[in-house]
């Protein structure tokens, strides 16, 4: 579960934040004015993410009727999707 800090706090320590996300893992969502307005979190928590969601859509994605033929043109789509100004 991340750890919230102000804006402040995080200006105020952010070298520390960084170490303690590189070597501990952890993660930061940082508040403004008591509402989110940023999250610091390990590369490799992103890393996962893709890959868990890739996982998950190559088991969804044949199920509808697209017309795309294999994984491979399913990427392209949403890659075109995700970067519409290449």
Same mark, same amino acid.
């Given at each position: 579960?991340?750890? $919230?800090? +102000? %804006?402040?706090? %995080?200006?105020?320590?952010? +070298? &520390? !934040? *960084? +170490?303690?996300? *590189?070597?501990?893992? &952890? &993660?930061?969502?940082? &508040?403004?004015?008591? #509402?989110?307005? =940023?999250?610091?979190?390990?590369? $490799? $928590?992103? %890393?996962?993410? #893709? #890959?868990?969601? +890739?996982?998950? *859509? =190559? =088991?969804?994605?044949?199920? *509808?009727? !697209?017309? /795309?033929?294999?994984? @491979?043109? $399913?990427? @392209?789509?949403?890659?075109? /999707?995700? @970067?519409?100004?290449?």
């Amino acid at each position: 579960m991340p750890r $919230t800090i +102000s %804006a402040t706090a %995080a200006r105020n320590n952010f +070298s &520390e !934040l *960084l +170490s303690q996300v *590189l070597y501990h893992q &952890e &993660e930061f969502v940082i &508040e403004r004015k008591g #509402k989110p307005i =940023a999250v610091l979190i390990p590369k $490799t $928590t992103i %890393a996962k993410g #893709k #890959k868990n969601l +890739s996982k998950k *859509l =190559a =088991a969804v994605l044949p199920k *509808l009727s !697209l017309g /795309l033929k294999n994984w @491979n043109q $399913t990427k @392209n789509v949403l890659k075109d /999707l995700h @970067n519409p100004n290449p």
